[in-house]
């Protein structure tokens, strides 16, 4: 059964940290991996990865994938209160009749000041 | 670019009573819209895919009768909640893609149904 598992679940830090979130996945046909940010409404778009071992950057966000090893990572640096949403994993089933986004649960993050 | 709306962003209804959600690309033309729902401190829920001019494709468990969805237009999908209940009551969040490009999807902002 395709699967997306994200961890930790939830994140306390403080503002200037820098955190990991981590999204392994199981997933039959894998097309992308995206990452988005969701706050009080329905999630914002960060990146889309679809090869291994190319980061990509916005800002104090980043983001690369392993193929090989089935995850992705999330890093963001130098962290602020703004940063404080949840960071939702997907991957992309390509298969057939059956495509479709596979969700993960997600990483809260609180960001203290 | 790639902006989703979504129309009414909250809704109260009675039971029994049936709600449209109406789910628009403002800037493309999207051939596919996504509809999910989501629970509290759960993720997205995907309940349909909906091709323009064609019939929906529902999810393992997704009453189409329930879940009526039409997408009528390259820029309009409509989620109408027929005879809703309580447990109906969730965050409804459409999301759209560029032509074909199912695996690179953007959301609406979500309604929030509350049936009483």
């Not at chain 1, 916005?58 to 690369?64: A, D, E, K, T, V």
């Not at chain 2, 493309?28 to 759960?42: H, I, L």
């Not at chain 2, 969805?69 to 999301?95: G, K, M, Q, R, W």
Request: aromatic share 10%.
């Amino acid at each position: 059964e395709d699967k997306v598992v994200q961890s930790p679940l939830s994140l306390v830090v403080h503002e200037g940290d820098t955190v990991t979130l981590n999204c392994s996945y199981e997933v039959t046909n894998f097309r992308s991996l995206l990452w988005y940010k969701q706050e009080k409404k329905a999630p914002t778009f960060l990146f889309m990865l679809t090869s291994s071992g190319i980061e990509k950057k916005s800002g104090r966000l980043s983001s690369i994938l392993d193929k090989k090893e089935l995850f992705s990572i999330l890093n963001i640096t130098a962290t602020q209160t703004g940063d404080s949403a949840v960071y939702l994993c997907a991957v992309f089933n390509n298969a057939g009749n059956n495509r479709k986004l596979i969700w993960g649960l997600g990483t809260s993050l609180a960001v203290n000041p | 670019g790639a902006v989703v709306s979504q129309h009414p962003s909250w809704v109260i209804c009675k039971s029994g009573t049936s709600v449209k959600i109406e789910c628009r690309s403002l800037d493309f033309q999207a051939t596919t819209m996504f509809w999910y729902r989501q629970f509290p401190k759960q993720s997205l829920m995907l309940m349909a895919t909906s091709n323009e001019g064609s019939k929906a494709t529902y999810e393992q468990g997704v009453e189409k009768d329930k879940f009526l969805i039409n997408h009528a237009s390259l820029t309009l999908s409509t989620l109408t909640v027929t005879s809703a209940h309580p447990e109906d009551s969730s965050f409804y969040i459409c999301s759209a893609s560029l032509g074909g490009r199912w695996y690179e999807q953007y959301f609406g902002p979500g309604t929030r149904l509350t049936v009483t």
